[in-house]
């Protein structure tokens, strides 16, 4: 063999080397394409996975602004009691619905006239949030509102206002106005992190939407839902979650009882009897990092939120929303981009112009709503999340700050009491 068909041949080989390399690659990027093809499928238009935490903070963009109209198509009753109604909602104008995140809420507007007791009494408009029970869909939303009793201590108090009108007066044909949904409380859509999803009494609902968007769109991926409730009077959509668990391998579901009735039988009505704790979830969740999802009354979340932390749970893998006059405090809480939080101990007077009160502020309270509450200041609110605008007061003097931008719009010079701290001295119209 001569030397150059030596270097031919050696020419030749390179060169098919060289082409069963770039197949290889080509073939690589192909099956990459059509993973990501099929994942991006699996969620919701616009559902992307929240890299940055600005994003996931921001949720959902208002698909339309100001109110709409949607009509009552449907009242369902989800527990033994009725103290539970899950109401489906179709927009009047029949466009279309954006898909939400798992987990939002819509705010709601009713125009309540005169009680029978003041008949001479204006009409008065409240402003609510309920949370989406459902997952997206593009012809119906549906929330789910529990009838707000008075409260045990005090029978002869009033029981809530907008959660008896819809039991009692909001029937199908009814016209409601609504705005987009929102709120910063929603899944993670990451498939490769098990989800815990904890709801204490109506904090079912919002994991109602989340639990029904893993199954649909994520059905590998581990789900643990606990449910804390007292007795079968009260379990919401058990025959639902029943049939999601029988249908769902990846789906573990945990129904604790503190109060069972006498018919109540443990593993059949319930797998658990107590609470919804910490030493429950040690017992139970296999180890390994888990991001976790609370949504309940004031007393769980005051317990068992600041218990995850202390557990060992990172506080990007902790989510809560309360329901009522619920605080959480978790260490880390941070500032808007630019704008970092006043210090925990720092003081701050704060004058009440339509009140006549001077107060001070010591960080003792998680917003300036829970801080007037308890200096027996009495000011509307709804949400209690930034979501309605019911207690947007006018900042007379001084700077408010948030942990993380309000869904709803601000007014120039006004504040959110329910979500605002103090940053300076300040002079509010309260």
Same mark, same amino acid.
């Given at each position: 063999?001569?030397?150059?068909?030596?270097?031919?041949?050696?020419?030749?080989?390179?060169?098919?080397?060289?082409?069963?390399?770039?197949?290889?690659?080509?073939?690589?990027?192909?099956?990459?394409?059509?993973?990501?093809?099929?994942?991006?499928?699996?969620l919701?238009?616009?559902?992307?996975?929240p890299?940055?935490?600005?994003?996931?903070?921001?949720?959902?963009?208002?698909?339309?602004s100001?109110?709409?109209?949607?009509r009552?198509v449907?009242?369902?009753?989800?527990?033994?009691?009725?103290?539970?109604?899950?109401?489906?909602?179709?927009?009047v104008?029949?466009?279309p619905?954006?898909?939400?995140k798992?987990?939002?809420?819509?705010?709601?507007?009713?125009?309540l006239?005169?009680?029978?007791?003041?008949?001479?009494?204006?009409?008065?408009?409240?402003?609510?949030c309920?949370?989406?029970?459902?997952?997206?869909?593009?012809?119906a939303?549906?929330i789910?509102?529990?009838?707000?009793?008075?409260?045990?201590?005090?029978?002869?108090?009033?029981?809530g206002?907008?959660?008896?009108?819809?039991h009692?007066?909001v029937q199908?044909?009814?016209?409601?106005?609504m705005?987009?949904?929102?709120?910063?409380?929603?899944i993670?859509?990451n498939?490769?992190?098990?989800v815990?999803?904890?709801?204490?009494?109506?904090?079912i609902?919002?994991m109602?939407?989340?639990?029904?968007?893993?199954?649909q769109?994520?059905?590998?991926?581990?789900?643990?839902l606990f449910?804390?409730?007292?007795?079968?009077?009260?379990?919401?959509?058990r025959r639902?979650?029943?049939?999601?668990?029988?249908?769902?391998?990846?789906?573990?579901?945990?129904?604790?009882?503190?109060?069972?009735g006498?018919?109540?039988?443990?593993?059949?009505?319930?797998?658990?009897?107590?609470?919804?704790?910490?030493?429950?979830?040690?017992?139970?969740?296999?180890?390994?990092?888990?991001?976790f999802?609370?949504?309940?009354?004031?007393a769980?979340?005051?317990?068992?939120?600041?218990a995850?932390?202390?557990?060992?749970v990172a506080a990007?893998?902790?989510?809560?929303? $309360?329901?009522g @006059?619920?605080?959480?405090?978790? &260490? +880390?809480?941070p500032? #808007?981009?630019g704008?970092?939080m006043?210090? *925990?101990t720092?003081?701050?007077?704060?004058?009440?112009?339509?009140?006549g009160?001077?107060?001070?502020?010591?960080?003792?309270?998680?917003?300036?709503?829970e801080?007037?509450?308890?200096?027996?200041?009495e000011?509307?609110?709804?949400?209690?999340?930034g979501g309605?605008?019911?207690?947007?007061?006018?900042v007379?003097?001084?700077?408010?700050?948030? $942990?993380?931008a @309000?869904?709803?719009?601000?007014? &120039? +010079?006004?504040c959110? #009491?329910?979500v605002?701290r103090?940053a300076? *001295?300040?002079?509010?119209e309260?």
């Open positions: 063999m001569t030397s150059l068909e030596l270097l031919g041949l050696i020419t030749a080989a390179m060169l098919l080397q060289l082409a069963l390399g770039i197949g290889v690659v080509l073939r690589r990027r192909q099956a990459g394409s059509r993973v990501a093809q099929r994942a991006a499928a699996s919701p238009q616009g559902f992307a996975g890299a940055d935490p600005a994003d996931r903070a921001a949720g959902a963009s208002s698909a339309w100001g109110w709409r109209e949607f009552v449907q009242r369902v009753l989800e527990d033994a009691q009725g103290s539970q109604c899950s109401f489906h909602l179709q927009p104008d029949g466009q619905l954006p898909e939400f798992p987990g939002q809420y819509l705010t709601v507007r009713l125009d006239g005169p009680s029978a007791g003041s008949p001479g009494a204006p009409s008065h408009t409240l402003t609510r309920y949370s989406l029970s459902e997952e997206p869909r593009p012809d939303y549906r789910t509102i529990k009838r707000v009793p008075a409260p045990a201590e005090h029978p002869d108090a009033r029981p206002v907008v959660s008896t009108h819809f009692d007066h199908v044909g009814d016209v409601l106005r705005k987009a949904p929102a709120g910063h409380f929603f993670d859509p498939p490769d992190v098990p815990v999803l904890i709801g204490g009494g109506i904090g609902t919002p109602m939407s989340m639990l029904r968007w893993c199954v769109h994520q059905p590998q991926r581990p789900v643990h449910y804390g409730l007292r007795s079968s009077q009260e379990h919401a959509f639902v979650l029943e049939d999601l668990a029988a249908s769902a391998p990846a789906l573990r579901l945990h129904i604790v009882y503190s109060r069972p006498a018919e109540d039988l443990l593993g059949r009505d319930y797998q658990h009897l107590g609470h919804v704790d910490v030493d429950l979830l040690r017992r139970t969740l296999p180890p390994g990092r888990h991001q999802y609370v949504c309940g009354p004031a769980m979340m005051q317990t068992l939120v600041p995850l932390a202390d557990w060992g990007a893998d902790i989510h809560c929303e $309360a329901f @006059p619920a605080s959480v405090k978790l &260490p +880390g809480l500032g #808007l981009p704008e970092p006043a210090a *925990a720092a003081s701050f007077e704060v004058k009440l112009q339509r009140s009160r001077t107060l001070t502020w010591r960080g003792e309270e998680t917003s300036l709503l801080f007037v509450e308890r200096h027996g200041v000011v509307a609110s709804g949400c209690r999340s309605c605008g019911s207690c947007e007061t006018r007379l003097e001084g700077r408010v700050q948030y $942990a993380q @309000p869904d709803h719009e601000v007014a &120039p +010079g006004h959110l #009491l329910c605002g103090p300076s *001295a300040l002079v509010l309260a």
